[in-house]
């Protein structure tokens, strides 16, 4: 799929990762409705892609219903929709036995709720509007892009929900990718490694630096854009599917 025919909504829209995301599609031709929760800087985020190509929907990826709804009023406004990229999510940080007693079970439920049952709720609701798609090359009506993470594989302590939430993500791509051949939709997973996002930003600058200094090389975070070019190359090649692309710095995370 070439980037012009992007007609795509992307989770998690308006900051870090997915608002990167957006503007890389735009860039290249497509067109974007941003599905997020943070109201406060949905204008600026369509502002700085482009009213023209960008739209911005209010969107729980967790309620079923809601996101049948913006998913049809998205691809309405865009004509179709031929791809899906999940960047929501949560850290849910927190020990399973903390100093003040064991993880609420509502921390667990929730981290997994974003982070694994959206991208699932996303993506079925998509697939679902992609199959009515006329084919393109290789019978290809879609894609869908999930976010994962390497703490999916080497989970650091403190991060028990978050890596159960990011190694569920993994563990559906391959089965959703099998059962969506038959539609012509790819499914895909990107686990990044530690990126500059906007969750890093109030770190001192010793902790930042040490981080940077813990990946092989570059010696450095993840970009943002580095993240969208991935995106960029999964839609290209149309035989990426169903598999799980790293994207790191060689870093392998310690236990702490």
């Known amino acids: 799929m070439q980037l012009d025919q992007v007609k795509a909504v992307v989770t998690g829209g308006v900051s870090g990762l997915g608002f990167a995301v957006a503007k890389f599609l735009v860039a290249g031709g497509g067109k974007v409705c941003l599905l997020d929760i943070n109201d406060e800087k949905s204008q600026a985020a369509v502002a700085d892609i482009g009213e023209k190509n960008a739209r911005y929907f209010r969107t729980d990826v967790t309620n079923e219903e809601g996101v049948v709804t913006t998913l049809k009023q998205a691809a309405d406004h865009l004509g179709g929709l031929n791809v899906a990229i999940n960047c929501a999510g949560i850290l849910g940080a927190g020990r399973v036995l903390g100093k003040e007693g064991p993880m ?36 290809e009506r879609g ?34 990718a099998r059962e969506f051949a038959r539609i012509g939709v790819r499914v895909m997973t990107v686990a990044p490694g530690v990126f500059h996002t906007p969750m890093v930003d109030g770190m001192p600058p010793n902790v930042y630096e040490s981080l940077c200094a813990q990946v092989p090389y570059p010696s450095r975070l993840g970009t943002s854009e580095e993240f969208a070019d991935t995106c960029g190359f999964i839609l290209r090649n149309r035989y990426m599917n169903g598999s799980v692309i790293r994207v790191d710095g060689a870093i392998r995370l310690a236990p702490k």
Not at 110 to 137: D, H, R, Y
Not at 145 to 156: F, H, K, L, V
Not at 161 to 171: D, E, F, L, P
């Open 104 to 139: 609420p079970l509502k921390t667990f439920q929730t981290t997994v709720m974003v982070n694994l049952i959206g991208s699932f709720n996303v993506a079925k609701s998509a697939a679902n509007l992609m199959q009515a798609n006329t084919p393109g090359e290789d019978g």
């Open 143 to 176: 894609v869908i892009i999930n976010t994962a993470s390497i703490a999916a594989y080497e989970g650091q302590i403190g991060q028990a929900a978050y890596s159960a939430s990011k190694g569920g993500v993994i563990g559906m791509t391959l089965p959703m």
